[in-house]
């Protein structure tokens, strides 16, 4: 049976539609993603922890969900919102290939709530015209001005440390048992901030033995274990309160090559003594437009961050490597003297194009040289 639910925004806006998923609460900041396909791996990717996320797409959810697809053990979305959601009735009892179960029971299972049903045309322009606000989904609560106040009362993501709630508890490694014990490889030491499994794939896919560490390790422990490259990771939240991380990475810069994505390419920022800043609404979707200044390709990304580094900011010996075309961000920046290259988007690609792949063995290439 339909169960009403709405979607309060802290500004007072107020969406109505129904309740999918888990049918319950999610509370977060609202940002939409323009991504056409590739759901299950947006609400399963770290980065969006803390973040309720509007799909601009107007039919989701049409092909399931498929545990080959997750970006992470469980989704780490606070909540999701969608125009027309696709149900299990929709397919007359039976699956699209691939999917293991629907999106609506992958969500209820992880205790995500959504909301469908309702205009996300408007939501999308209110939130490009009033930024990215802090929001409740609730099938639970329905008294908006109760909505309204509790809205109000959210964190701003802004100062938020939520890496530090995402990453890993101990080191790991994602390889397979048949690839351990001593090999000529070259050992990377990632710092997990909320990192995707997609990333590791890449890695491994690079012939790079891979050691996951959270991302609370100070450079020391880091060091010890004798890896030949760093790897900083994407992740959730403002990266001005992960001082720690900031720390290690400024220890480590020289050391070993070093390359970074999303929030990891922020934290390379701050390390060597740059500023970052809020944008807006962000750039969340798979068709976002990259400039690469050296070779003066430009390429389609996919993007998922909130925040973004000051190229004024950066310090000599540290400069652009990327920019966004669409609004004319700073999306990456080179270190040569550091050994140290990082870009704001995402060049695993998941969902999204794959235009910026060579970057990992760019990486890759990077080490060898640095071993030789």
Known sequence: MAKP??????????????????????????????????????????????????????????????????????????????????LPPAWAGALPPRASESLDRRLARAGITGIHGLD?????????????????????DLDRPSLLRRAKELPSMQGLDLAREVCCR?????????????????????????????????LLRQGLRVTVWPG????????????????????????????????????????????????GHQLLALALGGRTYKLPFGHHGVNQPVKDLQSGRV???????????????LPAGASPSHWNLNDGTLEGLDAPEYRAFAVQFHPEAAPGPSDAACLFERFRDLILQFRS
């Open 170 to 202: 101990h080191p790991h490694s994602p390889e397979p048992a048949e690839a351990g014990g001593e090999t000529a490889a070259p050992r990377v030491a990632v710092m997990d901030f909320g990192v995707k499994a997609s990333i590791l794939r890449h």
């Open 299 to 313: 390429w389609i990304t996919s993007q998922n961050h909130g925040f973004c580094v000051d190229p004024e900011s």
């Open 5 to 86: 639910a709405l979607l309060m925004l802290d500004d007072g806006a107020c969406f109505e539609g129904t309740a999918c998923g888990a049918c319950a609460e999610a509370a977060g900041e609202v940002v939409f993603t323009t991504g056409l396909a590739g759901w299950q791996e947006t609400l399963t990717d770290p980065s969006y922890h803390g973040q309720i996320v509007a799909f601009t797409a107007a039919h989701v959810g049409n092909y399931g969900a498929c545990h080959d697809d997750d970006e992470a053990p469980e989704p780490k979305a606070a909540g999701a919102i969608f125009h027309k959601f696709f």
């Open 120 to 140: 996300t045309r408007a939501l999308t322009l209110h939130l490009r015209e009033h930024g990215a606000r802090n929001g409740i989904v609730s099938a639970l």
């Open 216 to 263: 609370t390790t100070d450079a020391k422990t880091i060091l010890a274990s004798r890896p030949d490259g760093i790897f900083l990771s994407n992740g959730p939240g403002d990266p001005e309160p992960c001082d720690y991380a900031v720390a290690a990475i400024r220890s480590l810069l020289g050391r070993l090559p070093l390359f970074g994505i999303c929030l």
